[in-house]
Protein backbone atom coordinates (compact mmCIF):
# COMPACT_ATOMS: atom_id res chain seq x y z
CA UNK A 1 0.00 0.00 0.00
CA UNK A 2 1.49 3.12 -0.68
CA UNK A 3 1.51 6.43 1.34
CA UNK A 4 -1.29 8.29 -0.26
CA UNK A 5 -3.42 5.28 -0.67
CA UNK A 6 -3.19 4.51 3.68
CA UNK A 7 -3.86 8.43 4.03
CA UNK A 8 -7.14 8.51 1.86
CA UNK A 9 -8.33 5.44 3.69
CA UNK A 10 -7.24 6.56 7.16
CA UNK A 11 -8.96 9.92 6.29
CA UNK A 12 -12.24 7.43 4.88
CA UNK A 13 -12.77 5.95 8.03
CA UNK A 14 -12.12 8.87 10.80
CA UNK A 15 -14.95 10.52 8.81
CA UNK A 16 -17.19 7.44 8.84
CA UNK A 17 -16.72 7.24 12.33
CA UNK A 18 -17.04 11.02 13.34
CA UNK A 19 -19.78 10.86 10.71
CA UNK A 20 -19.03 14.57 10.44
CA UNK A 21 -16.04 16.05 8.28
CA UNK A 22 -15.30 18.86 11.01
CA UNK A 23 -14.58 16.31 13.44
CA UNK A 24 -12.42 14.06 11.81
CA UNK A 25 -10.53 16.68 9.92
CA UNK A 26 -9.76 18.02 13.77
CA UNK A 27 -8.57 14.78 14.83
CA UNK A 28 -6.68 14.30 11.58
CA UNK A 29 -4.93 18.27 12.07
CA UNK A 30 -6.50 18.98 8.60
CA UNK A 31 -9.36 21.60 7.02
CA UNK A 32 -12.40 20.19 6.56
CA UNK A 33 -11.65 21.31 2.51
CA UNK A 34 -8.35 19.22 2.74
CA UNK A 35 -9.93 16.20 4.14
CA UNK A 36 -13.13 16.54 1.31
CA UNK A 37 -11.20 16.61 -1.32
CA UNK A 38 -8.97 13.82 -0.11
CA UNK A 39 -12.20 11.96 -0.04
CA UNK A 40 -13.34 12.72 -3.33
CA UNK A 41 -9.41 11.41 -4.95
CA UNK A 42 -9.98 8.25 -2.71
CA UNK A 43 -13.58 7.62 -4.21
CA UNK A 44 -12.54 8.46 -7.76
CA UNK A 45 -9.43 6.38 -8.29
CA UNK A 46 -11.50 3.80 -6.89
CA UNK A 47 -14.61 4.68 -8.93
CA UNK A 48 -17.59 3.98 -6.58
CA UNK A 49 -19.21 6.66 -4.29
CA UNK A 50 -18.31 6.11 -0.59
CA UNK A 51 -20.15 8.87 1.24
CA UNK A 52 -23.39 10.27 1.13
CA UNK A 53 -23.19 14.00 2.03
CA UNK A 54 -26.04 16.47 3.06
CA UNK A 55 -25.94 19.84 4.26
CA UNK A 56 -26.12 18.30 7.78
CA UNK A 57 -24.85 14.70 8.05
CA UNK A 58 -22.58 12.63 6.22
CA UNK A 59 -22.82 8.66 6.08
CA UNK A 60 -21.38 6.09 4.08
CA UNK A 61 -22.75 4.39 1.12
CA UNK A 62 -23.31 0.69 1.08
CA UNK A 63 -19.77 -0.09 -0.52
CA UNK A 64 -18.41 2.63 2.15
CA UNK A 65 -20.30 0.64 4.81
CA UNK A 66 -18.14 -2.85 3.26
CA UNK A 67 -15.03 -1.00 2.80
CA UNK A 68 -15.11 0.76 6.08
CA UNK A 69 -15.44 -2.76 8.06
CA UNK A 70 -12.79 -4.28 6.08
CA UNK A 71 -10.12 -1.88 6.49
CA UNK A 72 -10.92 -0.62 10.42
CA UNK A 73 -9.39 -3.62 12.28
CA UNK A 74 -6.01 -3.21 9.78
CA UNK A 75 -6.12 0.41 10.43
CA UNK A 76 -6.22 -0.29 14.32
CA UNK A 77 -3.67 -2.50 13.65
CA UNK A 78 -0.98 -0.26 12.24
CA UNK A 79 -1.80 2.91 14.46
CA UNK A 80 -1.29 0.33 17.48
CA UNK A 81 2.06 -0.37 15.95
CA UNK A 82 2.86 3.27 15.22
CA UNK A 83 2.16 3.82 18.83
CA UNK A 84 4.56 1.05 20.25
CA UNK A 85 7.02 2.51 18.13
CA UNK A 86 6.18 5.49 19.36
CA UNK A 87 6.50 5.22 23.26
CA UNK A 88 10.67 4.91 22.46
CA UNK A 89 10.56 8.47 21.93
CA UNK A 90 12.08 10.33 25.63
CA UNK A 91 9.03 12.73 24.72
CA UNK A 92 5.63 11.73 24.44
CA UNK A 93 3.93 13.47 21.63
CA UNK A 94 0.61 13.77 19.54
CA UNK A 95 -2.88 15.18 19.76
CA UNK A 96 -4.89 13.81 22.98
CA UNK A 97 -8.22 14.57 22.97
CA UNK A 98 -10.28 14.63 25.93
CA UNK A 99 -14.26 14.77 26.57
CA UNK A 100 -15.29 16.44 30.44
CA UNK A 101 -17.37 18.42 32.55
CA UNK A 102 -17.22 21.96 33.05
CA UNK A 103 -16.39 21.48 37.08
CA UNK A 104 -13.62 18.71 36.03
CA UNK A 105 -12.11 21.15 33.47
CA UNK A 106 -12.19 24.21 35.73
CA UNK A 107 -11.26 22.59 39.64
CA UNK A 108 -8.78 19.62 37.93
CA UNK A 109 -7.01 20.18 34.59
CA UNK A 110 -7.04 24.34 34.68
CA UNK A 111 -4.74 23.90 37.82
CA UNK A 112 -2.31 21.25 36.50
CA UNK A 113 -2.07 22.23 32.40
CA UNK A 114 1.25 24.66 33.05
CA UNK A 115 2.95 21.84 35.01
CA UNK A 116 1.66 19.05 32.41
CA UNK A 117 2.98 21.43 29.61
CA UNK A 118 7.01 21.99 31.01
CA UNK A 119 6.92 18.09 31.41
CA UNK A 120 5.48 17.44 27.99
CA UNK A 121 5.62 20.58 25.63
CA UNK A 122 4.85 18.23 22.42
CA UNK A 123 1.64 16.90 22.91
CA UNK A 124 -1.28 18.99 21.64
CA UNK A 125 -4.04 18.52 24.07
CA UNK A 126 -7.69 19.30 23.04
CA UNK A 127 -9.95 19.38 25.75
CA UNK A 128 -13.82 19.29 24.86
CA UNK A 129 -15.73 20.61 28.17
CA UNK A 130 -19.10 18.97 27.67
CA UNK A 131 -21.25 18.20 30.42
CA UNK A 132 -23.99 15.87 28.48
CA UNK A 133 -22.70 12.33 29.03
CA UNK A 134 -20.84 11.48 25.60
CA UNK A 135 -19.03 7.84 24.09
CA UNK A 136 -15.84 8.75 23.57
CA UNK A 137 -15.34 5.68 21.67
CA UNK A 138 -17.66 6.79 18.86
CA UNK A 139 -16.64 10.57 19.12
CA UNK A 140 -12.78 9.93 18.71
CA UNK A 141 -11.94 10.97 21.89
CA UNK A 142 -8.84 9.59 24.16
CA UNK A 143 -10.27 9.92 27.10
CA UNK A 144 -12.65 11.36 29.26
CA UNK A 145 -13.42 12.38 33.31
CA UNK A 146 -16.69 11.64 34.53
CA UNK A 147 -18.16 10.97 38.12
CA UNK A 148 -18.06 7.27 39.25
CA UNK A 149 -21.53 6.84 38.68
CA UNK A 150 -21.64 7.82 35.29
CA UNK A 151 -19.29 5.05 34.01
CA UNK A 152 -19.58 2.38 31.70
CA UNK A 153 -18.57 -0.91 32.93
CA UNK A 154 -15.92 -1.55 29.71
CA UNK A 155 -13.59 1.46 30.66
CA UNK A 156 -10.67 1.48 32.16
CA UNK A 157 -10.97 4.03 34.90
CA UNK A 158 -8.27 6.10 37.44
CA UNK A 159 -9.65 8.11 40.57
CA UNK A 160 -8.78 11.42 40.05
CA UNK A 161 -10.04 13.12 43.11
CA UNK A 162 -11.62 11.24 46.40
CA UNK A 163 -14.96 11.48 47.20
CA UNK A 164 -17.21 14.64 46.63
CA UNK A 165 -19.80 16.03 48.88
CA UNK A 166 -23.09 18.21 47.87
CA UNK A 167 -23.89 20.89 50.51
CA UNK A 168 -27.47 22.65 50.50
CA UNK A 169 -25.98 26.55 51.11
CA UNK A 170 -27.65 29.91 51.45
CA UNK A 171 -26.86 33.68 52.93
CA UNK A 172 -27.58 33.78 56.12
CA UNK A 173 -29.83 37.39 55.21
CA UNK A 174 -31.90 34.62 53.39
CA UNK A 175 -32.07 31.98 56.25
CA UNK A 176 -33.02 35.27 58.88
CA UNK A 177 -35.74 35.88 56.51
CA UNK A 178 -36.88 32.23 55.85
CA UNK A 179 -36.28 30.11 58.10
CA UNK A 180 -33.16 27.36 58.59
CA UNK A 181 -34.68 23.77 56.99
CA UNK A 182 -33.98 21.14 59.64
CA UNK A 183 -35.28 17.99 57.36
CA UNK A 184 -34.68 17.60 53.49
CA UNK A 185 -38.82 17.85 53.13
CA UNK A 186 -38.65 21.48 54.71
CA UNK A 187 -36.75 22.50 51.67
CA UNK A 188 -40.27 22.37 49.90
CA UNK A 189 -41.35 25.69 51.39
CA UNK A 190 -38.42 27.36 50.17
CA UNK A 191 -36.86 29.46 47.61
CA UNK A 192 -34.42 26.78 45.97
CA UNK A 193 -31.92 27.23 42.84
CA UNK A 194 -33.05 24.40 40.21
CA UNK A 195 -30.25 22.02 37.92
CA UNK A 196 -31.32 21.28 34.75
CA UNK A 197 -29.68 18.22 34.02
CA UNK A 198 -27.59 17.93 30.84
CA UNK A 199 -28.60 14.46 29.96
CA UNK A 200 -32.04 14.38 29.30
CA UNK A 201 -33.07 17.88 30.30
CA UNK A 202 -34.72 16.49 33.55
CA UNK A 203 -34.88 19.00 36.84
CA UNK A 204 -31.80 17.31 39.03
CA UNK A 205 -33.63 16.06 42.31
CA UNK A 206 -32.06 16.52 45.35
CA UNK A 207 -30.06 13.33 46.92
CA UNK A 208 -29.96 13.03 50.66
CA UNK A 209 -28.94 10.28 52.70
CA UNK A 210 -29.07 9.83 56.75
CA UNK A 211 -28.55 6.66 58.99
CA UNK A 212 -29.26 4.64 56.14
CA UNK A 213 -32.07 6.42 55.05
CA UNK A 214 -32.17 8.07 51.40
CA UNK A 215 -34.38 10.56 50.29
CA UNK A 216 -34.64 12.18 46.72
CA UNK A 217 -36.37 15.91 46.98
CA UNK A 218 -37.93 18.20 44.03
CA UNK A 219 -37.52 21.43 44.64
CA UNK A 220 -39.30 24.66 43.57
CA UNK A 221 -38.02 28.25 42.93
CA UNK A 222 -37.42 31.27 41.41
CA UNK A 223 -34.53 30.49 38.81
CA UNK A 224 -33.50 27.00 36.97
CA UNK A 225 -30.03 26.97 35.37
CA UNK A 226 -27.44 24.22 33.84
CA UNK A 227 -24.64 25.50 35.00
CA UNK A 228 -23.20 25.03 38.47
CA UNK A 229 -21.52 28.45 38.83
CA UNK A 230 -25.00 30.03 37.81
CA UNK A 231 -26.54 28.47 40.68
CA UNK A 232 -23.36 29.86 43.24
CA UNK A 233 -23.75 33.05 42.14
CA UNK A 234 -27.49 33.20 42.47
CA UNK A 235 -27.20 31.72 45.97
CA UNK A 236 -24.53 34.35 46.59
CA UNK A 237 -27.24 37.04 45.31
CA UNK A 238 -29.84 35.76 47.97
CA UNK A 239 -31.81 34.39 45.63
CA UNK A 240 -32.50 31.28 47.02
CA UNK A 241 -30.67 27.89 48.86
CA UNK A 242 -28.60 26.24 46.12
CA UNK A 243 -27.08 22.63 46.11
CA UNK A 244 -23.68 22.61 44.66
CA UNK A 245 -20.33 20.31 45.10
CA UNK A 246 -18.88 21.18 48.26
CA UNK A 247 -15.01 22.19 47.26
CA UNK A 248 -16.95 24.39 44.89
CA UNK A 249 -18.15 26.21 47.99
CA UNK A 250 -16.21 25.87 50.36
CA UNK A 251 -14.19 29.63 50.27
CA UNK A 252 -17.73 31.19 50.47
CA UNK A 253 -18.47 29.45 53.70
CA UNK A 254 -15.22 30.08 55.22
CA UNK A 255 -16.04 33.43 54.20
CA UNK A 256 -19.38 33.36 55.68
CA UNK A 257 -20.94 34.45 52.68
CA UNK A 258 -22.75 31.19 53.14
CA UNK A 259 -24.23 29.03 55.30
CA UNK A 260 -24.78 25.31 54.79
CA UNK A 261 -27.68 23.46 55.86
CA UNK A 262 -28.90 19.74 56.03
CA UNK A 263 -25.14 19.73 57.31
CA UNK A 264 -25.80 15.68 58.40
CA UNK A 265 -28.05 14.52 55.40
CA UNK A 266 -25.42 15.19 53.09
CA UNK A 267 -23.82 12.02 51.48
CA UNK A 268 -20.50 11.67 49.85
CA UNK A 269 -20.28 10.16 46.31
CA UNK A 270 -17.97 8.61 44.18
CA UNK A 271 -15.56 11.39 42.54
CA UNK A 272 -13.56 11.77 39.33
CA UNK A 273 -12.42 9.40 36.98
CA UNK A 274 -10.23 9.61 34.66
CA UNK A 275 -11.29 6.65 31.90
CA UNK A 276 -10.46 5.05 28.64
CA UNK A 277 -11.31 2.44 26.40
CA UNK A 278 -9.31 -0.87 27.29
CA UNK A 279 -6.55 -1.02 24.49
CA UNK A 280 -3.47 -3.30 24.16
CA UNK A 281 -1.54 -0.32 23.13
CA UNK A 282 -2.50 2.91 24.83
CA UNK A 283 -1.26 5.82 22.95
CA UNK A 284 2.07 7.80 24.16
CA UNK A 285 0.30 11.35 24.66
CA UNK A 286 -2.79 9.11 26.89
CA UNK A 287 0.12 7.24 29.07
CA UNK A 288 1.53 10.74 29.80
CA UNK A 289 -1.48 12.12 31.20
CA UNK A 290 -2.47 8.66 32.87
CA UNK A 291 1.08 9.28 34.89
CA UNK A 292 1.03 12.63 35.75
CA UNK A 293 -2.38 12.19 37.20
CA UNK A 294 -1.08 9.34 39.17
CA UNK A 295 1.75 10.87 40.88
CA UNK A 296 -0.74 14.21 41.74
Not at 43 to 61: D, I, K, W
Not at 66 to 93: D, F, G, H, Y
Request: with cysteine; glycine share 4%; proline share 6%.
Amino acid sequence: MRGAEFHELRAFASVVNHRSFVRAAAQLRVSPSALSQTIRALEERMGVRLLNRTTRSVAPTEAGTRLVARIAPALTELQAAVNEVSTMREKPAGLLRINVPRMAAQQVLAPLLGAFYKQHPDIVFDIVTQDALTDVVAAGFDAGIRLGERLEKDMVAMPITGMLEMVAVATPSYLSRHGVPKHPRDLQRHRCINIRMPTDGSLYRWEFEKSRQALEISVEGPLIVTDWELALRAALDDVGIAYIFEHAVAPWIKAKKLTRVLADWSPAFPGLYLYYPSRRHTPPALRALIEFLRKR
